[in-house]
């Protein structure tokens, strides 16, 4: 090893620059991490093939000069984020540079590039790798040498795989030679991408683009302020950073996160977890200066007489419950006073692609800056620069924040692609993914050429077949009937279940699930692809990658590999002893529920199966059931919670056309085959904790807090009701006492279900590690452990989770290699990972309740075609300029305004007329009453008592459609009449329908198992579209959320 001396400089919090020394150490054994190389045998015994990073098949490798000094190059990185672009080498020098000069949101994007597993790229320590280090020359300018040192590397890459390597760089001079060549982004992108026109286009913009980083590094680098600008709107320059961090040690300041109250734009909060007054309240946007929801903010505290009350009405413009998590901050009906702040520093930017439109005056304008609108209602108009603004116009469009100077009213942006025109279903699916950030490209892309070459080979000439070997080393379960029971044409089966009695009043029952875990290795091709994209795009996993009998195919005289749970049960079904282990079985039947269900009711025979085999397994399913039933019974007897979900079914007839929304129906085969799945969950995790105390891949609900069942309660309260969410128990038991109370009036109880389940806090990943065991208790399901085993082939966490089972069941390390350190043992890897996957689903779950929005209102607008859509509806939340009406039948919550905007109310005719056609004219001189939670009071001289509206109240509705330009359509009701509660009052017509209905749904939510729902509505979805559509994306990320909904009762 050598010694060598690095020198550099770093700005300091005061802005003087000081020079620092470091030394470092030179070595001779750095890997190139490419699978191209094959000569270098240092190379090859670090790296595994497995491992390997750039890809072997790539035409080129890239090397990006992006350093803080080269002003040009971080403007271009956005096009190194596209990803398309992989096999990135990114030198550590570029790297270090970025960190020394503060660019640390720079530095974070391409950390995130070469990060991410799909895009093949890798940091390299050019600096310490004997071959690629440059020392500076006498005189040398460190441009000179910057290009020596990247020069130097592409050569030494070039020797070591033979491939075209391609420095990016707008400032080196030297011309290509020795498979080296040099091209600024504008040549790279017309000679190696001459056909991708939004890349091309992108760069045009970015070229134009005034990027914040540019602009502090000309602050940095010159000394002129030349693009300082006079402020404008009321904003200030931000504070200097020493000035921001004494302010924030001497409490003056405050830093959090600022979020924008979606129902009222002029609000915006920060969390203040110190101090007793709660969050800090920043009215208007001149005293929110510039920042952007999400992004983390400096306030300064404005003097204590300074207080304001959050407003509580509901949102015109829809999104109104922004984001889940956010309802615990501003509590609902606070009339608390906050304090009130300004911002006066961003500590970190949090801008991301947005969904926007450009505003429609500004078409007809022309000329090259245009303002466009955000979908989402909190984001500010950004001002963009476009020459042929009518060719955009109408479309929906990714725009991205560049900079947002003092001197402009709004932010700088850049239009970065169209997603196509306005209220189409595929244009505003794609807008959905993209608000959530998810890359619609990498959903329907197949898995790689790589991972597939990790597969063995399975055709239907030549079959796969495990060996004679491998079944040696596995449990024989062939002479067992093992069957599973799934929706019809269920194509990625991965679970089985079988009931095998031993004679002696024992009872074997068996969950089989696909072993995943034998065909894809932990740091494989598919492994990094599937941890990077899986939990959203589930379903992908098994589309573009079939594992051969790992996932449990329709093929009869095959066996499948299996990971089984046994439980051998005495006469009372107690567990007497589990098993697990690997095991090889053959397919008795792929029964559908509805078999299932028929052979459990007493059919002897049933469609689609054969007489043989339906007597066969009529045995078996009525003892599953007759287990199942007594252990479900003993969860519900802990606490576990039944809980609702409203899911629905979209009937999609064509590609505009929702011809109906119907909720789900279920039967009880569904809840039987979910309990099976929640035992097998829950012994897995306790046998997974006993070997890995410190870092188990558990899932862990907590108990719900108590500012989000405040409101429940109260509600509940108004119809004389108790809930005690003291512990599970005594909340499952509030919630049956109501539903024997009010049986007849079910979608009250459907309705107060759905707000319990709502005030839930979110189950999510941990690792055991980083909790103690009194925080393992799953809250809704009541059990001490839970984790997810059972859908390997649709989510990841599950992998990671039959990995660790098979190390306790093997006494085995299952990792790859020493080299490369196993995720399962690393309690902060495994925790990095949890986080990771909550933040996906969580992201997946917002997305799917946009789409469900999406298409109710798509089939408003239809169904207004044919004459008005009058429902019944019952009033489910009261706020200061309105109500929320819940309509079961469409399952679907909108809001009645009886204020408009300015406040002046109106309370349409239609409410004492009883015709719908009312609805448009006013009451004149009326007066509104209301306790903002509880009641809303109309009074007027002409009527004889004040109408008054109460929560819970039932009544009859219009659904009308809010036509919009820049936001999707919004669904809202106007009020036609009212409806007595008394069962008796009700029309039975009504009555009888809603009824039909919310039984329906009562049964379903329970425990439903999620693959019904997902397979009918993709059915539904595949009359239209081919599997790789946006609509098979949307699905995918469906079917998590039901798994979720179902399991879990979250
Ligand atoms: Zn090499």
Redo the contacts with the bound molecule.
Sequence with gaps: MQRTGHEFYRKTRNNSIVKLVRERYIRDDI????EA?K??P???EATPTSSALLTGDATHYVVPDISASTLVAIRYLEILEQEELRNIIVPQTVMLSLQQHDKSRTYKRLRQVVGDPRRNSIVFYNEICSDTHVSRLPGESSLHREERALRKLAEWYHQ??GKRIIILSELFTSSSSQGVEIYSVEQYLKKMWPEHTTLQNLREVLKEAEIEEDLDTIRLFSSIDSKKGRPVAGYTEYRSSADLEAGIKSNRYISGIIRINASNRDQAFVANNNSPLGDVMIVGNEDRNRAVQGDTVVVELLSEVNQATPSFGISYDGNDDEELGYQASVEPNSTKRRPMGRVVGIIQRNWRSYVATIQEDGVEQGGSMHLAIPLHPVIPKIRIRHQDVKSIANQRIVVRIDSWPVSSQYPNGHFVRSLGPIHQLDTEISAILVEHGIPESQASRGFGEACMREMPTDTPETPWRPTEEELSTRRDLRNIDIFSIDPPNCQDIDDALSVHELGDGRIELGVHIADVSYFVKENSHTDLEARARVDRFAGKLTKGLQLPHGGLLTRKDLYYLIVSVIWTLDNNYKVVDTWFGRSVIRSACEMEYEQAQELFNGADTVKGLDKKTAQKLKKSVVKLVDILRVVRERRLGKGALELESSEVKFQIASEHNITDIIPKKELEVHEIVAEAMIMANASVAERVHQRFKDSALLRHHPAPTKERFKLLEQAAATRGYQIDYTSNKTLAHSLEHIADQSSDDPALVSLLKTMATMAMNEAGYISSGNTTFDHYYHYGLALPYYTHFTSPIRRYADVIVHRQLMECVLETSVSPSPATPSLLHSNSKLLNLCLNLNLKTRESKLAQRDSAELFQSLYVLQQLKNGPIIMSGIISEIRSNGFFVYVPRLVLKGPVYLKDKSGELMVPLSIVSGNSSDDNAYMTNCSYDSDNQTYVAINAADLPRPIKFQLFDHVQVSLKLHMSHAHRHQVYMTLVGFEHRQAANVKLSTKTLTEEIISGEHKEVQATKEKSKSAKASKAFRQTAQNDSVYAILESFRQMNLIEDSEESQ
């Excluded at 890997?31 to 490419?34: A, H, L, V």
């Design positions: 890997p190139c991490q490419s190389c000569s270098t240092s190379c090859q070591h795989t």
